[in-house]
């Protein structure tokens, strides 16, 4: 049986990774510091171990005591507008803190490494679908943290033989049965969409209206955090290094999101127009032409309406999502 220490194994999408890695019968330890993640969204069947990645000694500990046969890394600050705000965090976190988890991963012998960039990576893109080839030029903070770390694992591989697949998120979206989407600040669509739905806010924005799409709002490539997950699987089989863009290739506008809400919740949610949010792409959408042949990915849930029908019931099921205390 194979043993994978998961960084961020309490947030969003660590956590639901956890539960399809211990379903597939893989030993999971999750390390996480608390600051973004839950503790009530660590699968009880996982190992967990509270500290953070500014700390060398602890994450030694970790790995010696789980002698994990790959890392995920999913431990990060992910908020684009946060970043332009607070760079330095974000390349502590992102960078610094993850140069700590690659030096003790050498320093145990650890040979496999999954990494959780994004697509925030290319910055504006100079065409659509994204594939793999397009130059990274990101346009904020925290894409540049990503590429940063991109580069730095492609530098462990050659100088220590350090295996590595990062995998660049579109929009993750949705839930599982048991774990979901709960962030102590919510900027993401879907969720604030679905708090109108709950009688938690009143209204959902929609951020700029005049983008050069057809209804005028930002289009992006939501993907199942379930296919994401198993993207995670995949990505353990292979043997070699390699940098993979991971979406459905499906594009979808705010407007049409908010629409498939209305539809999946029955609820008539109020949406006013406002003005575009700095540092948005018009449209984001992958070409996942190298997923899907190099580790045999196919998403099994490409329908917006799937999607936020696994969010909705989530919701429904945890209005409050983990609790509103600390962990
Ligand atoms: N968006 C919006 N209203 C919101 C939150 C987001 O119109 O309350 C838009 C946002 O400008 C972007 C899209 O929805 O075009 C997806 O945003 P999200 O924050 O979910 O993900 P991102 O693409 O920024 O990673």
């Not at 890392?71 to 960078?95: C, D, I, Q, T």
């Not at 057809?214 to 995949?234: E, F, M, N, W």
Request: with cysteine; proline share 5%; charged share 25%.
């Amino acid at each position: 049986m194979k043993t994978i220490l998961v960084t961020g194994g309490a947030g969003y999408i660590g956590s639901i990774c956890v539960e399809q890695l211990l379903d597939q019968n893989y030993k999971v330890a999750v390390f996480d510091n608390l600051s973004e993640g839950h503790r009530k969204a660590v699968d009880p069947r996982a190992e967990f171990f509270q500290g953070d990645l500014a700390d060398r000694t602890v994450i030694r500990h970790a790995m010696e005591e789980v002698k994990p046969d790959a890392v995920m890394h999913f431990a990060a600050n992910a908020l684009v507008g946060e970043s332009m705000e607070n760079p330095s965090k974000y390349f502590r976190n992102n960078v610094a803190s993850g140069i700590n988890l690659l030096d003790m991963a050498v320093e145990t012998g650890l040979k496999k490494f999954v990494f959780s960039s994004t697509c925030a990576t290319f910055g504006i893109p100079e065409r659509v679908p994204l594939d793999e080839s397009l130059p990274q030029n990101p346009i904020n903070p925290y894409g540049e943290s990503k590429l940063l770390f991109e580069k730095i694992l492609r530098w462990y591989d050659e100088c220590h033989g350090l295996k590595y697949v990062a995998l660049r998120y579109f929009n993750a979206a949705g839930a599982s049965k048991v774990f979901g989407e709960d962030h102590r600040v919510e900027t993401h669509l879907i969720p604030n969409v679905l708090k109108v739905a709950l009688g938690q806010r009143e209204s959902v924005d929609i951020l700029g209206t005049d983008y050069p799409t057809p209804d005028g709002t930002c289009i992006r490539d939501y993907i199942h955090v379930l296919d994401l997950a198993q993207a995670h699987i995949l990505a353990l089989a292979t043997s070699e290094s390699g940098q993979f863009n991971l979406g459905t290739g499906g594009g979808t506008s705010v407007r049409e999101v908010i629409d498939a809400c209305r539809a999946v919740t029955g609820c008539d949610i109020t949406a006013l127009e406002k003005p575009p949010r700095r540092g948005d792409p018009p449209r984001l959408v992958a070409a996942s032409d190298k997923i899907r042949s190099v580790l045999g990915w196919t998403p099994k849930y490409q329908e917006i309406r799937t999607i936020v029908e696994s969010a909705w019931a989530w919701h429904q099921q945890h209005p409050h999502g983990y609790g509103k205390q600390k962990n």
